[in-house]
């Protein structure tokens, strides 16, 4: 199959948050690049709410979670900038879209959606990337930072990603305070791959 172009993944991504959130009733439409940083209006008509939503999306083939010495076990990562330290609103969300396709089947896709408040996203990628400079002497900085979704872990970790278990499916936009890495009463992560950081890697289609 094909390569599929980042900007057609991150249109994908957008269409299937624009779904999601018809069916489940709310009024919403994509701004289509007129409104900055902003990919989706979604008003909900029972209780008068405004929502702006920010769409990122990652396409990859994977059978299983991350395994990261520093960030431990996630889900998966999406490319961000330095800009999103600062981008804190109260009414501003960002749908993170993780689409899974299959590695016997590659026209076969499977969707996974989390909807984060822009007050967890932006500290998480402050506090991530602060933590990869300190790790290495080496660690430049750039402009590129990384949002994960995390999964429970059975040791403290210096800055532990926000929960799938919170995020995954917050078609309510919860602005619930993250939920981050707990420690588990045992270690064992068979369906963990080692880590390879998207700083310095090229592996994934990301929007």
């Keep these: 199959m094909a390569r599929i172009p980042p900007n ?46 920010e769409v990122k999306t990652n396409l990859e083939t994977r059978t299983r979670d991350s395994d990261s010495r520093l960030f431990e076990t996630f889900v998966t990562d999406w490319q961000m900038s330095a800009k999103h330290e600062g981008v804190i609103d109260p009414n501003l969300f960002y749908c993170f879209v993780h689409i899974n396709s299959s590695r016997t089947e590659l026209s076969k896709y499977a969707l996974r959606f989390f909807i984060v408040p822009s007050v967890v996203v932006a500290k998480y990628v402050r506090d991530e990337h602060q933590l990869w400079l300190k790790d290495n002497p080496a660690h430049r900085t750039s402009d590129r930072r990384l949002f994960r979704i995390g999964l429970p872990n059975d040791r403290p970790i210096a800055v532990p990603a926000p929960l799938a278990s919170v995020y995954e499916d917050n078609w309510d936009f919860a602005s619930t305070p993250s939920i981050v890495g707990k420690p588990t009463e045992q270690r064992g992560h068979p369906n963990s791959t080692p880590n390879t950081d998207a700083r310095k890697s090229g592996a994934r289609r990301l929007t």
Aim: aromatic residues 6%.
């Design 8 to 53: 057609s993944v991150g249109l994908a991504g957008e269409f299937a948050v624009l779904s999601q959130l018809t069916l489940r009733g709310y009024d919403a439409g994509m701004t289509l690049g007129h409104t900055k940083n902003i990919d989706i209006l979604v008003l909900d008509p029972r209780r008068g709410a405004r929502y702006e939503v």
